[in-house]
C-alpha cells in the first residue's frame, strides 16, 4: 500500500510474515524488541503459550522500528498489513479519532476481560462520530517516584528524604546538598524538562499534590483546565529549585547516572533498573514525592501501556476474533505474569497485587506507591500538541522568560482557541508553525 506521509507520520515498512496454512495469523507491532533481552526472551514466551492454547491461531510479534516510546505516528502506515493487527501505545484517543482503532464494545466479554484491570486504566475514547468507544486495554502500568543516590547523600552526612518531607524541607535539603557538593560538580536534582514533548507527564504529581487530583485536561469536556488553583504553586515550586541552582536542567539523567545529581525528580522504574546496571555499588532507592506540606495527600501518574486492534487490518469476523482472542491473552493474568517475572514489567491488573509484592525489591515499591496514590493523566486527541503546549510554558517559567502564573495563562488560551477546539472539528491548518519554540 502506497500512502503520503501526514504531519508528523514515518513511512516504515511492516515486516512480512508468512501465513501459516489452515491457521489464522495475527501480527503483533509492538516497539522495537530488544534482541536476546528480556523483553524479547518475555515475548517469546508469551507467543509459545499462545500457541499452545489456541493451535488455529499463529500469533508472529515484529518489532516496530517506527514506534516511538510514547507516540506512534507511523502507526497510520500498517492499516494496509495483509493479516489482522494487534499494536501497543501510551496513548489511545489521537488514533481511535481517526478511526484507526477497532473498538472492543461489541465483544461480548469485553466485561469479564477488563475486570480484573486497573480501573484507572480502562477508559473509553472518542471514534471519527464522536462515539466513546473502549478502543484498547491496558497490559502494563507504570508510576513514577523519585529516585535517590544515597551513597552521595551518606558522603555528604545528609539522610534521604521520606513520606512526610514537604517541598521546603526538601528545598532546604537541596540547598544543603549544592552547598557540599559544589567542589565535586554535584547538584542536587537532575530535572529532565526542557527536552521531550512528554516530559510533563512526570512533573504531573507535584501539580495534583497542590490542585486536588485535577487532570491538567478533562477528556471528557475537552478543556484545559491549566487555571486550576493549586497549578500556579506547582510550577512557582519547581521554578524555585531551578533558579536556585540545585538543578542540572540539561543532560539531567546522564548526570544522575553519572553520579553528578543526587535526585531524580520523577522516574519510572526502568530509569532505576538502568541505573543499577550502570552503577551497581551505588545505593539508588525510589522515593515517595514530597508534598506541598503535612496535609497534603501525596499523588503520583499512573500510565497504562495498551494494547489495541487496528481496524482496517480485520476484513472477515473470522480475523476479527482472531486478533481479540489474542489481545484477551495478552492482557490475561497468565500473560502479564510471564512479562513481570521475564522483564520485570509492571502488570496492569489489580487482582496481580500479591503476586508483585511477593517479588519485593524496587517494582513492589513502584507498584504500592501506584496503588495507593496513583492517578491517571489525560488521554485526548491532539495529545502531543497539548503536551508539548503545556511543556513550552513549564520551560519558559523554568528559564524566567515570564512568571510561572503567565505561563500556565498563556497557555491556558492557547489550548482553548487552537489546539482542543481541533479534536473536534480537526481543523489543523496553521498550528504547527505556532507550536515551534
Known sequence: MTRTPGRGTVVVSLPKVKARAGKTTVLYASQALDAGGPVSRAMTKTMERFGQLHQGIHAECKGFPGAG?????????????????????????????????????????????????????FYR???????????????????????????????????????????????????????????????????????????ITRFLPYFYSTNGGRLLVNAESAEAELNTPGNVAALEFLCRLCR??????????????????????????????????????????????????????????????????????????????????FLKFLVSAEAQGIAFAESGALPARADMARSVAARGGVLRQFCEYGMQHGLPTFDVPRNGDIHHVIRRAMVRAVLAECDPAQALAEAQEFLRAYVLPMHRDQAATDLEPMLVM
Open 244 to 325: 536556585s541552582g540545585f538543578c542540572h536542567l540539561d543532560r539531567a539523567y546522564e548526570t544522575f547516572l553519572d553520579s553528578k545529581a543526587v535526585f531524580g525528580l520523577s522516574v519510572l522504574p526502568g530509569f532505576l533498573a538502568m541505573t543499577r546496571r550502570r552503577m551497581p555499588d551505588a545505593d539508588i532507592v525510589a522515593l515517595p514525592f514530597p508534598t506541598p506540606n503535612k496535609s497534603a495527600a501525596a499523588h503520583t501518574v499512573i500510565r497504562g501501556s495498551f494494547l489495541a486492534i487496528l481496524a482496517g487490518t480485520v476484513r472477515s469476523r473470522k480475523e476479527k476474533l482472531a486478533a481479540w482472542e
Open 69 to 121: 516510546p510514547f507516540m506512534a505516528p507511523s502507526l497510520h502506515e500498517v492499516l494496509g498489513a495483509p493479516h489482522p493487527t494487534v499494536v501497543r501505545c501510551y496513548y489511545l484517543a489521537d488514533y481511535s479519532k481517526e478511526g484507526l482503532l477497532l473498538p472492543l464494545d461489541p465483544f461480548g466479554d469485553l466485561a469479564d476481560v477488563a475486570s480484573g484491570l486497573d480501573g484507572r486504566l
Open 125 to 199: 475514547t472518542p471514534d471519527a462520530q464522536g462515539e466513546w468507544r473502549v478502543h484498547g486495554l491496558a497490559a502494563e502500568m507504570g508510576s513514577w517516584m523519585m529516585v535517590a543516590n544515597r551513597s552521595l547523600l551518606k558522603e555528604m552526612g545528609l539522610t534521604a528524604p521520606d513520606s512526610t518531607t514537604t517541598w521546603e524541607q526538601f528545598r532546604h535539603l537541596c540547598d544543603e546538598i549544592t552547598r557540599r557538593g559544589a567542589k565535586r560538580g554535584i547538584r542536587a536534582i537532575g530535572l529532565g524538562i526542557l527536552h521531550g514533548v512528554q516530559s
